[in-house]
């Protein structure tokens, strides 16, 4: 495992590295994993759509084949624990319990989003479900982690912090800054590396010396173990044994799910750098198809609750987009909001002074909104990917392929 | 009311919090067994132990991190930074994560942390030692920067950043770390931030410094009042964001005269943004343009002599200052 492969061996290992099937749980539980699982694949497919009609802005990363990791994962973890994550987490928040119109109004950039259209598609976060957040810096996220799980251990709390990220990720500075002060620290916290072979357009084998992730971390510290990411039970089973260690002993460890996204990277990827038939061979393991069909075969679940699971998940999410689309826009003087605690103070106060409102753009809530505006029409003429008209040009040749998408 | 060490003073603001909520942490290279570079947190780690006063491995980005996630998660950390060059090793954890999480979030959370780092030349240390970023962060939404000259700023703006629910960029001076000044006992003595200081009042021009420029400006005051007859008034902003305009236009208006000084570069810096604000709302009652005192554009170099000629003295602030009253006398 530890030499260098290429991507094909890789993936080879990956498919037939798979372990003994494991028992399914029970059929509530069952139920629960498909249910998840089928609702993102249907959230990230309309999410997907919604970019192209131009209703998402900005970049849009797609989970799309990834959804037994992030259900495998979150399916084990308590309420309390905490999970931190990457630019493509609508899944993880929404497997979370965040409500998947909140997600989505936050794609669409309204008032009703998670982060009321401040965050986007990169930047999903609720405190409430304890998703603390996605983000758009790879690697940012694992001293994050650690922080977060240094909390929960300085304040005598058992709760986890889960940290997921991709294969990148692994090649950043803070992977090995937070590996070691991680198991200096002994956080309850558990990294999890979502290897889905390629860091953007640059395969596995190209961006990392040492291909095999789950050694990565060995070195400061922190053992690690390699898991399939296409199968939920898999998933489930090895993210709560480490979850376990990092609760009751206190050991921070690595999992590598190895795992693939189906789309590109975003919205905006020509997938120049892989081959059609890759895809296509790991569609054949896909994790939603696979579990409902083992759920059909073994009498678990009939073909028709499998299907009402489908119906259901398309009225989830198509209510998500009606309820996006109804909420409204950020009021423009809510710009300043939330820059700062200030108490009573005017919004924006420390952005510069309040007491030069005539003079500064923004300044006091009555100029704001005009200002604002102004400079929101003059950005959008520069804006290059996710400016208005961009997606209606190109969406009105063929609206279900996104731009440089090809499967 | 005691005379105490600037070092004594900062550590003292720490210790107090440290007692008064739990939560409050310090954390840094060096800052516990070795007792801080600078000797800053001397002491700290015998009265609080290794939970609160925590010692680190060298990776700026993730100590600042680990401060972040700690702050989202209800602690209040105080992370030490060796220096303030170190701090450019941090500044995606800075800028893109405590500046800009509580924004991107909606206000779900908070990031009520403190990074301390000291800055400034003066004790030959060369170019990765010794420099004046106080510009860069100041430029940063989402951040407030406060930067003392007196162990009594220090300790009571300390203070207040401990307890401000906000992310704070808490400028020192490495060689004010030994100067003595009067500092009250009174634990719950706080400094507002927003609160500009005026060291010494004077009719005819407004001399704006900050950390140990503040001195280096009395110095010059002093002089243009007994070689120049020119009384100077000598502001200290204290901090940068927020920045108590109100103080320094209202001297500008009576003085109709600005000199800024700073031991940061001159492009973008602090004396070039003040001027931009006090042109902006004071024009009508300038006589002069707004002069400003910098830092050379240079690497800080090592050399003694050099160094100190990258560095503002009292006889160049006296030029500048003479230099705005040019013709009105």
Redesign the interface.
Same mark, same amino acid.
């Given at each position: 495992m530890a030499t260098p492969r290429t991507t094909s061996e890789s993936k080879q290992a990956s498919v037939d590295g798979a372990t003994a099937k494991l028992k399914l749980p029970d059929k509530d539980t069952s139920r629960e994993l498909l249910r998840t699982m089928a609702t993102i694949r249907r959230f990230e497919e309309e999410a997907g759509r919604q970019y192209q009609k131009a209703k998402a802005g900005g970049f849009l990363h797609l989970a799309i084949g990834e959804e037994a990791t992030i259900v495998g994962t979150t399916s084990v973890m308590r309420p309390d624990d905490?999970l931190i994550g990457t630019y493509r987490t609508h899944g993880h928040a929404i497997a979370r319990g965040v409500d998947p119109k909140r997600v989505m109004a936050e794609l669409f950039g309204r008032v009703d =989003?998670?982060?009321? *259209?401040?965050?986007g598609s990169m930047?999903i976060?609720? +405190?409430e479900h304890r998703f603390?957040?996605g983000? =758009?810096?790879v690697g *940012?996220t694992?001293?994050?982690?650690?922080?977060?799980? +240094?909390?929960?251990d300085?304040?005598g709390e058992d709760t986890v912090t889960v940290c997921m990220f991709g294969d990148g990720a692994s090649n950043t500075?803070?992977f090995g800054?937070?590996m070691?002060?991680s198991a200096?620290?002994k956080l309850p916290v558990v990294f999890l590396v979502e290897n889905n072979l390629y860091g953007m357009g640059t395969s596995l084998e190209r961006h990392s010396a040492v291909t095999d992730l789950s050694k990565k971390a060995e070195g400061y510290g922190v053992p690690g173990v390699r898991v399939d990411g296409m199968d939920v039970l898999a998933v489930r089973e090895v993210v709560a044994e480490h979850i376990r260690l990092a609760r009751e002993e206190h050991k921070p460890t690595l999992v590598e799910a190895f795992t693939y996204r189906y789309r590109g990277h975003s919205a905006a990827d020509p997938e120049v750098y892989r081959e059609k038939a890759e895809v296509e061979e790991w569609q054949q393991k896909d994790p939603v198809e696979t579990f409902a069909t083992r759920l059909i075969e073994e009498g678990v679940m009939s073909p028709d609750e499998v299907e009402e699971i489908r119906e259901e998940a398309e009225r989830t999410v198509m209510e998500a987009v009606e309820f996006a689309d109804a909420s409204p826009e950020p009021e423009l003087d809510s710009l300043y909001?939330?820059?700062?605690?200030v108490g009573e103070q005017v919004p924006g106060?420390?952005?510069?002074?309040e007491?030069?409102p005539d003079?500064h753009p923004g300044e006091s809530e009555r100029d704001a909104g005009r200002r604002a505006q102004e400079l929101a029409e003059r950005g959008a003429a520069y804006a290059g990917p996710g400016a208005p008209g961009r997606h209606e040009e190109e969406g009105q040749s063929d609206p279900e392929i996104p731009p440089g998408g090809r499967e | 009311m005691g005379t105490v060490r600037m070092r004594e003073a900062l550590r003292d603001a720490m210790a107090e919090e440290m007692r008064s909520d739990e939560?409050v942490?310090v954390m840094g290279e060096d800052v516990g067994v070795f007792q801080g570079a600078f000797k800053v947190t001397e002491g700290l780690l015998d009265e609080f132990g290794e939970?609160r006063v925590?010692d680190?491995?060298i990776?700026e980005?993730?100590?600042?991190?680990?401060?972040?996630?700690?702050?989202?998660?209800?602690?209040r950390?105080v992370v030490e930074i060796m220096t303030v060059n170190f701090a450019l090793l941090a500044m995606?954890?800075i800028v893109?994560?405590a500046a800009a999480?509580?924004?991107?979030?909606?206000?779900?959370?908070?990031v009520p942390m403190v990074v301390r780092m000291p800055g400034g030349g003066g004790h030959q240390l060369g170019p990765t030692h010794s420099h004046s970023l106080e510009a860069m962060f100041v430029q940063i939404?989402?951040l407030?920067v406060a930067c003392p000259s007196t162990p009594a700023d220090g300790k009571g703006l300390l203070k207040t950043a401990i307890r401000?629910?906000?992310p704070v960029i808490f400028i020192e001076h490495e060689s004010l770390y030994g100067a003595r000044g009067e500092v009250p006992d009174d634990p719950d003595r706080v400094l507002e931030f927003g609160d500009a200081a005026i060291r010494r009042e004077g009719s005819d021009v407004t001399i704006v410094g900050i950390l140990r420029m503040v001195e280096t400006a009395e110095q010059a005051a002093k002089t243009l009042a007994a070689e120049h007859g020119v009384e100077a008034e000598v502001i200290d902003p204290r901090t940068l964001?927020?920045?108590d305009?109100?103080t320094i236009l209202d001297s500008v208006r009576k003085t109709n005269r600005a000199v800024i000084v700073e031991e940061g570069w001159p492009h973008g810096g602090v004396g070039a943004n003040l001027a931009a604000?006090i042109q902006?709302?004071a024009f009508d009652h300038l006589d002069a343009p707004v002069q400003r005192v910098t830092g050379a554009d240079v690497p800080m170099p090592y050399s003694k002599r050099l160094e100190q000629a990258a560095i503002p003295h009292a006889e160049h602030i006296v030029s500048a200052a003479l230099a705005s009253l040019e013709g009105a006398r």
């Open positions: 905490y =989003g998670t982060s009321g *259209g401040r965050g930047h976060f609720d +405190l603390m957040g983000y =758009g810096i *940012g694992l001293p994050l982690a650690a922080g977060l799980a +240094l909390s929960s300085y304040k500075g803070n800054e937070t070691n002060l200096l620290w909001d939330h820059l700062y605690v106060w420390y952005a510069v002074d007491r030069s003079t | 939560n942490f939970k925590r680190t491995p990776s980005n993730s100590i600042v991190g680990v401060g972040v996630g700690a702050a989202m998660g209800g602690l950390p995606d954890m893109n994560h999480i509580p924004y991107m979030f909606g206000g779900q959370v908070r939404p989402g407030l401000d629910d906000n964001r927020p920045l305009l109100d604000l902006e709302q």
